[in-house]
């Protein structure tokens, strides 16, 4: 089976297994655990922010940030189409009494969609404590923000609407690497950003979370109140570290891979839309004839997991552990899965 459900599906290769059978480990809650340390402070460096706080999933990093910049009974400027919308149940009213105040419009956030669901003041409507970004966009496919629309809507958000930012970043590594921006560019744009390993990096889980040293102060509490706090975290930390050693530049692989395979799709069935993608996520829209359960389960007959996003698109992620010839395997079957015979 090739499996390009998604990048979350990559396994642990030896030499990361091995680099967390010899991690030094301590206690995190207690005093702290070296290694986990050592990758906040690398990955606060990456990311030019005073501190970095691990923590076990990208969803937990986004809770972190809602609860330091959120206010009770206030809006979250959110994508319609992000993470923390769809696919987080509901943390941000949960966890943080928020309610998404949503921007439409666009595949992802832009200035102009930002700036169109600003509310005209009133002592009735409601008001908001922070502006969500998320880079690359899940939903819109590993879309890419260009840090020059990243740049005008931060600038918007904290000159304008003086609002903090959270970022969502769980793949901010796939848009370094595709457009050669560097990490800290990005997150200058944000007030605290959350970065996964899980994803292409491969570790077999964590995230983390940075941010100014207050708000990772404040940050350190709600993970600990979210139930976070971990001790010998070290035995993760250390796959964190070696993805981000090893794994980081090859991401190029994985986009070189889902461009070729958008290429064959897109030549080899007419009346699919393959967006065409900026990183390692590739989603196909279908025409009418045909549904995305029924290609998936085609697809997988022929030997190629691939995800239905919903009923009318199907996603299918390049990954560590998909070679390129995989990949191409996977185009050809999914040409013929698509065209239905
Ligand atoms: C995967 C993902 C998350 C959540 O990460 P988990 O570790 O699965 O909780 C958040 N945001 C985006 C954009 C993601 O793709």
């Given at each position: 089976m090739i499996d390009l459900r998604s990048d979350t599906v990559t396994k642990p290769t030896p030499a990361m297994r091995r680099a967390m059978a010899e991690a030094e480990v301590g206690d995190d809650v207690l005093d702290g655990d070296p290694t986990v340390l050592a990758l906040q402070e690398r990955v606060a460096a990456m990311l030019g922010k005073e501190r970095a706080l691990f923590v076990p999933t990208g969803t937990m990093g986004n809770a972190c940030g809602l609860w330091v910049h959120g206010r009770h009974g206030t809006e979250a400027y959110a994508h319609d189409d992000s993470h923390i919308v769809?696919?987080?149940?509901?943390g941000l009213a949960g966890l943080r009494g928020l309610q998404p105040r949503m921007v439409r419009g666009a595949p992802v956030m832009t200035l102009e969609t930002l700036k169109a669901a600003v509310r005209s003041p009133s002592k009735h409507a409601p008001t908001a404590s922070v502006v969500c970004f998320e880079n690359t966009h899940n939903g819109a496919g590993g879309m890419v923000t260009p840090i020059a629309e990243l740049r005008a809507m931060a600038d918007f958000a904290r000159s304008t609407l003086k609002l903090p930012i959270h970022m969502d970043g769980a793949r901010l590594w796939n848009a370094h690497v595709a457009t050669g921006t560097p990490l800290a560019d990005f997150a200058e744009c944000a007030d605290t950003v959350m970065v996964s390993f899980?994803?292409?990096?491969?570790?077999p889980l964590g995230a983390v979370v940075a941010g100014s040293a207050a708000h990772i102060e404040e940050a350190f509490s709600a993970r600990k109140r979210f139930?976070?706090?971990?001790?010998?975290?070290g035995i993760v930390a250390a796959a964190a570290l070696h993805g981000l050693e090893h794994h980081l530049d090859r991401l190029a692989d994985d986009h070189a891979n889902a461009k070729r395979l958008a290429r064959i799709i897109a030549d080899g069935v007419s009346d699919v839309r393959v967006?065409?993608?900026?990183?390692n996520i590739v989603m196909i829209d279908l025409p009418a004839r045909i549904d995305a359960p029924a290609v998936t389960a085609k697809a997988k007959a022929l030997g190629v997991m691939i995800s239905a996003w919903h009923d009318k698109r199907v996603r299918v992620v390049c990954h560590l552990d998909a070679s390129a010839a995989q990949v191409d395997e996977a185009a050809r079957v999914m040409v013929q899965a698509l065209k239905g015979d």
């Open positions: 769809n696919w987080e149940i509901a899980s994803k292409g990096l491969g570790a139930g976070g706090g971990m001790r010998q975290s967006v065409p993608p900026d990183t």
